[in-house]
């Protein structure tokens, strides 16, 4: 069982109306939990970065929630641009080791004009 | 700003040929790790490395040797290239044990025939 599940597996919305990506999570306990965009043909970049112990953090247009009790983070875009059609992959550190990083399969989000 | 940059962004090769991709990163990074990435499946780390001249198997290890030679450089080996090894190869590193952020290169789109 993929221990970091995202959701929807893909997304279409108008430019300029707002979405939220889900990504549900098992590992525990955990070091930090990650949101990257990843355009097409791209490698992943880095959206928002937050440990275990902070529920919100926000980087412009992008705002990320965690929940530790239900294991949930959210990845909530507002206004979205033509610019934001990409893949948005939430990530889970363990705390036990870097090199057991874990990833989700990504959500495919598409922005129509 | 940290770069992290791949050989190629795309290779075409044939079965059974032995393949290099290489990594580098700019940042003097410890750690430093190789990924593939296939739809639906997310990012599968392949190889990761601690130090120079040090390497751990990731979970699909089978069929890609690694070499670390020197702390800015991790090199993917695909022996015999295989069919199945058609992906996109991603590099990635991060400093130290603090894993806070992974930075990625951009990519190699390996296609094997």
């Known amino acids: 069982k993929n221990q970091v599940e995202q959701s929807p597996q893909s997304l279409i919305i108008l430019e300029g109306k707002n979405c939220t990506l889900q990504c549900n999570y098992t590992v525990s306990p955990f070091s930090n939990l990650r949101w990257y965009k990843q355009d097409t043909g791209r490698g992943p970049v880095s959206l928002t970065i937050?440990?275990?112990?902070?529920n919100t953090k926000s980087n412009g247009r992008y705002t990320a929630t965690l929940d530790a009790d239900t294991k949930q983070s959210s990845l909530h875009i507002t206004a979205s641009q033509l610019s934001d059609s990409a893949s948005y992959i939430c990530?889970?550190?363990?705390?036990?080791?870097?090199?057991?990083?874990?990833f989700g399969s990504g959500t495919r989000l598409s922005i129509r004009p | 700003d940290v770069k992290v940059t791949q050989s190629s962004r795309y290779l075409v090769k044939r079965t059974g040929e032995k393949v290099f991709l290489e990594c580098v990163q700019d940042?003097?990074?410890?750690?430093m790790f190789w990924y593939r990435q296939d739809p639906g499946l997310g990012l599968r780390l392949i190889y990761f490395?601690?130090?120079?001249?040090?390497?751990e198997k990731g979970d699909i290890p089978e069929g890609y040797s690694v070499s670390r030679e020197k702390k800015e450089r991790f090199s993917l080996i695909l022996e015999s290239a295989s069919t199945n090894q058609t992906s996109m190869y991603l590099c990635?590193?991060?400093?130290?044990?603090?894993?806070?952020?992974?930075?990625f290169g951009p990519g190699t789109r390996l296609t094997v025939t």
């Open positions: 490395s601690y130090d120079v001249k040090m390497k």
């Open positions: 990530v889970v550190l363990p705390l036990s080791s870097a090199s057991k990083i874990i």
């Open positions: 940042m003097d990074h410890e750690n």
């Open positions: 937050m440990t275990f112990s902070e």
């Open positions: 990635a590193s991060i400093p130290g044990t603090e894993a806070y952020e992974q930075y």
